[in-house]
């Protein structure tokens, strides 16, 4: 099987103003040469994706959603977004199911799944995020919480993305062991297994959580990590730029 190609996607969340697309410029002027062999991909808010598309139009820069509505076609709901309208202002990828969205908007894995069957319909890849609380790590339920997710939010599609951002680490200083990033890797293709079979090879899985230009490297290094879904961190070219050139597959 040929080796999974890294993608490493920074979701900038409700931060940055249009101004601040000017990063992306900057951004792949640092890791054009370098970062050849990976993904790289920006996810800004909804109002400055096409904005975003525009400007990394001459650039090897991949732009995205944060998220879209379950509804695959047109439709009276009236606030949402489709997926293909993302695709229609430029968007290639799309999150779907990110913690604070299931945490804050209470969205279940029935809901994450139909995000993602619509992003597929549209064309564009969804970034189908799992992970488990503190609560739940702590109780010993992180294989029952993940493999749950996985299989009930993940449709039987090869050209699907996986996230795990354990809850607990986002957007802090703690994250867990590279033991435990490859266990709950190896956990989740294993899950893919059940609907995939040998095409869960294929699927990228992403590690999410308070990954930056000084733990990237060490977090790369976990088996089974195929790149990252940065936060905060995503919003400037300096410390994105670290982080991408902190993959293997840069230095190559």
């Known amino acids: 099987m040929a080796a999974r190609r890294p993608l490493i996607a920074g979701n900038w969340k409700m931060f940055g103003r249009r101004a601040s697309l000017g990063e992306l410029s900057q951004l792949w002027a640092a890791v054009a040469d370098a970062a050849a062999g990976i993904d790289v991909l920006i996810c800004p808010p909804a109002p400055y994706i096409q904005n975003a598309a525009w400007a990394a139009r001459e650039t090897g ?44 908007h209470g969205e279940g894995n029935a809901l994450v799944r139909q995000k993602a069957d619509a992003a597929l319909a549209a064309g564009l890849t969804p970034i189908i995020c799992v992970g488990e609380t503190q ?23 090869p050209r699907i993305v996986i ?32 609907s995939l079979s040998g095409e869960a090879n294929g699927v990228r899985i ?38 991408i050139l902190g993959h293997p597959a840069a230095r190559t």
């Open 61 to 104: 820069l991949l732009i995205g959603a944060q998220d879209c509505s379950p509804a695959a076609d047109d439709a009276a709901r009236t606030g949402e977004v489709s997926a293909a309208m993302l695709k229609d202002a430029g968007a290639r990828y799309v999150i779907v199911g990110h913690s604070e969205r299931r945490a804050l």
């Open 135 to 157: 609560a739940e790590r702590a109780a010993g339920r992180v294989a029952e919480i993940v493999g749950v997710q996985v299989r009930e939010s993940a449709p039987a599609d």
């Open 163 to 194: 996230a795990y951002e354990p809850v607990w680490a986002i957007g802090g200083t703690a994250t867990p062991t590279i033991p435990e990033i490859a266990e709950v890797h190896a956990l989740i293709r294993e899950n893919l297994r059940a």
């Open 206 to 243: 992403l590690y999410g959580g308070s990954v930056g230009p000084k733990n990237a490297a060490e977090v790369f290094s976990a088996e089974g990590v195929d790149g990252a879904l940065v936060g905060r961190a995503s919003l400037k070219a300096a410390d994105f730029s670290a982080i």
